[in-house]
Structures are given as structure tokens and as C-alpha cells.
């Protein structure tokens, strides 16, 4: 069964880091793109990049560039989104989902998701 | 970047009620559009892919229709199950986007 298995929820504080993981099971990693989705409290879905493990090649939404870096370890199966400085605005859910091409395609399977809360 | 609109923002039906979602793109599109299902504490699912390709093992009620700049989605025979909220995606450009989404609720 093809999987995305999401790291759990996080609470940090204004200013602080974070890298949230997101593993992949059952089909070959490298062969795939990861991308990753925002999703506010009580709002919809926003893209913000996309990395294919096999080279680590990697796009971000114009939204997003600068303010997250998505990364790769294809050795464990592993993408990444990672902040250096939290905001309260960055509070949300994040999902990494599966694509076969970074244009053109859709996205299938869904990982489970993982809660990011930034508050002081 | 491409923009997504999406109507209605809600809607209310029965069911047994044929519903129709509808998703409009700022530019041309081709039929790289994709439509998911959201339910509340959910990950999305894809339903449709490629404007009108049906996902295995998503139920045949649910089809996907249109090019260019206009698509929509159908429910021939809304379903308990099938409230939840929808949402477009467009993959033409290397910006990819979403439609606002669509809450289907229970009248």
C-alpha cells in the first residue's frame, strides 16, 4: 500500500525553528514528486513547493519562497518542511502528498497531516 | 499565477439530489484540472483527475466534465457520505492552485 506517513503535531513558540517530516512507504521514492500544502484554520488549500527526491530537485510557490525550505532525504524515504523563524501567522495544518511530475499531474496519496501551532 | 474560482462557496441539498460544482481558471487550462473531497479532520482525496478521469475506487456518481477555463463537477445522487467540502486544482502552470472550495451540507 502507498503511504505518507506525516510527523505529529507541533507547538512552538514566535521565532523558533521547525522541520516536520513526511515518510513515504510502498512505491519508490525517488521516482516521485512530494509537495507540500497549507491550510489555515477554517481555510482552503495553498501549494507551496514541490522537491522530487531522486535529485532533490525542488519548486516553491511564489507565496512561499523565502519563507520555508523543502528538503529531501531519500536514503530513509523522508521530505521535509522546515522554518527558521516561526510566526503566529504560520499557525496550520501541512500536508505532503504524492505526484508523478511537478506540472501537469495530481496529487495521490495524501499524507494524515500535521498540526503546526505557533503561540507565546 | 492561474486563479481558481470556484461557485458556490456552499450549498445546500438532499439526499438523493443531483449537485453540480462548478470551477472556472483565470487563464487556459487545457484539462489539467483536478478535483478533491475534503471531510472535516481529513486529508483531501482525489476524486477526479485530468478533468474527467475518475479515480479508482471513487464511487461513479462522481464525474468531472470541461476544458479551457471551465469545469465542473457532478454528484448524480448525493450520498450521506458525500458532504464534505470540495475543492479544483489546476496543474498547467508551475505555480499550482486551488479553488476556494466548496462545502456541500445537508438541507
Known amino acids: 500500500e502507498v503511504q505518507l506517513v506525516q510527523s505529529g503535531a507541533e507547538v512552538k513558540k514566535p521565532g523558533e525553528s521547525l522541520k516536520i517530516s513526511c515518510k513515504g512507504s510502498?512505491?519508490?521514492?525517488?521516482?516521485?514528486?512530494i509537495g507540500w500544502v497549507r491550510q489555515m484554520p477554517g481555510k482552503g488549500l495553498e501549494w507551496m513547493g514541490i522537491?522530487?527526491?531522486?535529485?532533490?530537485?525542488?519548486r516553491y510557490s511564489p507565496s512561499f519562497q523565502g519563507q520555508v525550505t523543502i528538503s529531501a532525504d531519500k536514503s530513509i524515504s523522508t521530505a521535509y518542511l522546515q522554518w527558521s523563524s516561526l510566526k503566529a501567522s504560520d499557525t496550520a495544518m501541512y500536508y505532503c502528498?504524492?505526484?508523478?511530475?511537478?506540472?501537469?499531474?495530481?496529487?495521490?496519496?495524501w499524507g494524515q497531516g500535521t498540526l503546526v501551532t505557533v503561540s507565546s | 499565477d492561474i486563479q481558481m474560482t470556484q461557485s458556490p462557496s456552499s450549498l445546500s441539498a438532499s439526499v438523493g439530489d443531483r449537485v453540480t460544482i462548478t470551477c472556472r481558471a483565470s487563464?487556459?487550462?487545457?484539462?489539467?484540472l483536478n478535483w478533491y473531497q475534503q471531510k472535516p479532520g481529513k486529508a483531501p482525496k482525489l476524486l477526479i483527475y485530468?478533468?474527467?478521469s475518475l479515480q479508482s475506487g471513487v464511487p461513479s456518481r462522481f464525474s468531472g466534465s470541461g476544458s479551457g477555463t471551465d469545469f465542473t463537477l457532478t454528484i448524480s445522487s448525493l450520498q450521506p457520505e458525500d458532504f464534505a467540502t470540495y475543492y479544483c486544482?489546476?496543474?498547467?502552470?508551475?505555480?499550482?492552485?486551488f479553488g476556494g472550495g466548496t462545502k456541500v451540507e445537508i438541507k
Open positions: 510502498g512505491y519508490s521514492f525517488t521516482n516521485y514528486w
Open positions: 485530468a478533468a474527467s
Open positions: 487563464h487556459s487550462i487545457s484539462t489539467y
Open positions: 502528498a504524492r505526484s508523478r511530475a511537478a506540472a501537469g499531474n495530481w496529487f495521490d496519496p
Open positions: 486544482q489546476q496543474s498547467y502552470g508551475n505555480t499550482l492552485t
Open positions: 522537491i522530487y527526491p531522486g535529485d532533490s530537485d525542488t
